[in-house]
């Protein structure tokens, strides 16, 4: 639990110099922010090691954090360096780790989904008992090719492991626009893949259902579905709260959300078991603030990409004489 606490402060404190960085516009591209939504990436996570395969979409820093990728790697990515996760070529929703088992993140709602399925086939014929895993927004379930992946899943028994951060927004339109019922989980259940719906500002609540559906479908059972509902305290992009679009997207509706900050609660239930104290959690969040810091000094002051770069890292040498 304390480290998972760790974790979801890192992401916290992450997302939010990325917010800064934004509105300072010492960053170029736009950014997708996931500031409330730590416990679900956190939770998910604590069951993976890094032989997984995991998949993320465009709010994805979570995700990559998640897995233990550093924090330098990911600011000089978002700010388009040499040394960022993918030599500065990505940005924000470009992200990539393969170390330490982020395969990959996409701007393209659902465009990971079915990859997702392909690499979980592939581990299941390589018999190590890895998995796949896709993270994906409530929105991406009105993709075709969400389903077509269910179902593919489903009939060839691959582990992969389908998380819905259903935060109730798909860019600026609430889901009572766009579906009608609010539970994604009910396509699992028409592909019959096992689900769980948790919590998804409760870390407790997601880390055990992932071990639940991750378990099975290490153990040859198949795919599993997770629906983690959930809420994004930031606007579908960047730092404005975007408190006068959508439905419910109110200043009382993002505040009533905020009371149920993943982390607070997390602390709430460490301090009632006696494991940790206020003097300790503000030696950790200032240790992280450090942390943070210095990794955002670092990834300034790192070179840009070469020129050169422009064709050397889109072309590739097929070794074929001309």
Known sequence: MLAQLRMMLKIRLAERCLADGRRERLIGGPVHLGVGQEAVAVGVAAELRKTDRVFGAHRSHSHVLSMGSSLHGLFAEVLGKDTGLSRGMGGSMHLWDQPNGFYGSVPIVSGTVPLAVGAALAAKMQGGGDVGVSYMGDGAVEEGVVHESLNLARMLQAPAIFVVENNLFASHMHISLRQPKQATARFAAANDIPYEIVDGNDV????????????????????????????????????????????????????????????????????????????????????????????????LADPYPPLSAITSRVFADAGVAA
């Open 204 to 299: 407790v609540q997601v880390r055990a259902a992932a071990g639940r559906l991750i378990g099975r479908a290490r153990a040859g059972e198949g795919p599993g579905f997770i629906e983690a509902v959930t809420y994004r305290w930031y606007g579908h992009v960047d730092w404005r709260e975007d408190i006068d679009v959508g439905v419910n997207r109110s200043a009382e509706h993002v505040d009533a959300w905020r009371r149920r900050d993943p982390i607070a609660r997390l602390v709430a239930g460490l301090k009632a078991a006696g494991l940790m104290d206020e003097a300790w959690l503000n030696s950790l969040e200032a240790d992280i603030g450090v942390e943070v810091a210095e990794a955002w000094q670092q990834a």
